[in-house]
């Protein structure tokens, strides 16, 4: 199992950028597909963008990609999420998942595909 913890969440007007962090601990993350979601309020979680353990494949939902950019250090067991050019609607809880059942998995776009959450950071975007 991976405990994970995210930062970097924040209030920043449209248009601006976020950085967010997630520090695991308790084994490597090198084999493991991690991923970032989001929920904003009374809607479901959904997946925001994946990668691969060694990092080399990424994957993103429509509505991010080209502003978003996931990325991680093994070494350092953490993985980020650059968030450019944010929308009103990106404003959210932000949650980073590992899934620990199997190594080397493909990169999973559901929640049911992670097994190990963050307890979240807020993300919040002003018009």
């Known amino acids: 199992q991976v405990q994970l913890v995210e930062s970097g969440g924040g209030l920043v007007q449209a248009g601006g950028s976020l950085r967010l962090s997630c520090a695991a601990s308790?084994?490597?993350?090198?084999?493991?597909?991690m991923g970032w979601f989001r929920q904003a309020p009374g809607k479901e979680r959904t997946f925001v963008a994946g990668i691969s353990a060694s990092g080399g494949s990424t994957y993103y939902a429509d509505s991010v990609k080209g502003r978003f950019t996931i990325s991680r250090d093994n070494g350092k067991k953490t993985i980020s999420l650059q968030m450019n050019s944010l929308k009103p609607d990106d404003t959210a809880v932000y949650y980073c998942?590992?899934?620990?059942?199997?190594?080397?998995?493909?990169?999973?776009?559901?929640?049911?595909?992670?097994?190990?959450w963050g307890q979240g950071t807020q993300v919040t975007v002003s018009s």
């Open positions: 308790g084994q490597t993350i090198g084999y493991y597909a």
């Open positions: 998942a590992a899934n620990s059942r199997a190594r080397w998995s493909i990169v999973g776009v559901t929640t049911s595909t992670y097994n190990d």
